[in-house]
């Protein structure tokens, strides 16, 4: 199992410098690198490239709609030689408000967008010249659609490597599907061990019953909070964990359509994920986060004395989770990253 977690650049570059050299220091063998609407990922992974030896560099994630395929695939290329072979590409499709709010771009077909994505980026880093017939993408443009001066093109440049990682973040049911069937890895999101075969057990068969043998085994990233202590210790991040995941079970998305609010009732907190959600949008913030069980932070997240963090690590590798992925709460957050570190070794 791998240690990652993630890094917001807030603009600073030498802040951004040292707390990854730090992160070197306690053993962490990932780090993801995220983008919504702030600085962008990929020019943030070229300069951690250049300030780094050992760590292992991820886009976390990169949307499928805002570059075309053929720019990821040139982005990966790039920041995969850059760092000598050390990058993962992560991918998905975010949302609606994101992709037609901020990138003005229609949130549509998103597993025909994804697929193609994956095709399309393999097809560049073979370095042939690259055709694509898909449901989202076609290469070259048709000519009723363009100048019809389009033409096949491959990649300029001499790939540092062909098979770049390909990550695909989904937690609904088409997408897992997808996902277990093409990518390299996946990565769902407030991933509860104990759980998450009930809720995409169904999927990941069936998509593994389509999967290609040369693809091998599918990395699985799981993702908790992270704060070694006892009780009044780690009572701030018990909290800032409920009241995280009541952000996205009671606020992301519209009352009809808010897919982590599903995959919280999926999940068997049925009730609770209702209440949440009412609480939520009815402003009622504080009795919305007052309304996160108990067992959901316990279960998904790594938080707690030292015992019931091993516990709960030993979970997580049991069912198969080959990338751990935790944000560390707290000012002890280096040495809890250096000590979950000596565990998982």
């Not at 992160?23 to 690198?33: H, K, P, R």
């Not at 193609?116 to 290469?139: E, N, S």
């Amino acid at each position: 199992m791998k240690l990652c977690t993630g890094v917001f650049f807030d603009g600073d570059p030498e802040r951004l410098a040292a707390r990854i050299v730090d992160l070197e220091a306690a053993g962490v063998d990932m780090v993801l690198i995220p983008e919504i609407y702030g600085f962008d990922q990929i020019s943030v992974l070229g300069y951690i490239a250049a300030r780094t030896e050992r760590i292992e560099l991820m886009t976390g994630i990169v949307n499928v709609y805002s570059r075309s395929p053929a720019l990821i695939a040139q982005s990966a290329a790039t920041v995969d030689a850059l760092s000598g072979g050390r990058f993962t590409l992560g991918i998905g499709t975010s949302g609606a408000q994101v992709i037609e709010g901020w990138h003005g771009v229609p949130f549509k077909r998103p597993l025909g967008r994804t697929r193609d994505t994956v095709d399309i980026c393999r097809k560049v880093w073979a370095g042939d010249k690259v055709t694509h017939d898909g449901k989202a993408v076609t290469l070259p443009l048709p000519a009723d659609e363009g100048t019809g001066l389009g033409k096949p093109l491959k990649f300029m440049n001499r790939m540092h490597r062909q098979d770049i990682p390909i990550v695909i973040a989904s937690i609904g049911p088409s997408n897992v599907e997808l996902t277990a069937e093409i990518a390299d890895g996946w990565q769902p999101i407030h991933f509860v061990p104990d759980r998450f075969d009930r809720v995409w057990g169904d999927a990941l068969q069936a998509g593994m019953a389509k999967r290609s043998p040369e693809l091998g085994p599918m990395s699985i990233f799981g993702d908790a909070q992270l704060a070694i202590g006892e009780s009044a210790d780690v009572a701030e991040a018990r909290e800032g964990s409920r009241a995280h995941i009541a952000f996205y079970v009671g606020g992301m998305g519209a009352k009809s359509k808010n897919y982590y609010n599903d995959l919280f009732r999926r999940y068997g907190w049925e009730a609770e994920a209702e209440k949440i959600q009412d609480l939520f949008l009815g402003g009622q913030r504080a009795e919305a986060t007052a309304a996160v069980p108990d067992e959901y932070i316990d279960s998904a997240n790594l938080i707690g004395p030292e015992n019931h963090v091993k516990e709960r690590l030993a979970v997580y590798k049991d069912v198969g989770v080959t990338h751990l992925s935790v944000s560390p709460q707290g000012e002890n957050a280096l040495d809890d990253l250096a000590a979950l570190k000596s565990w998982i070794d």
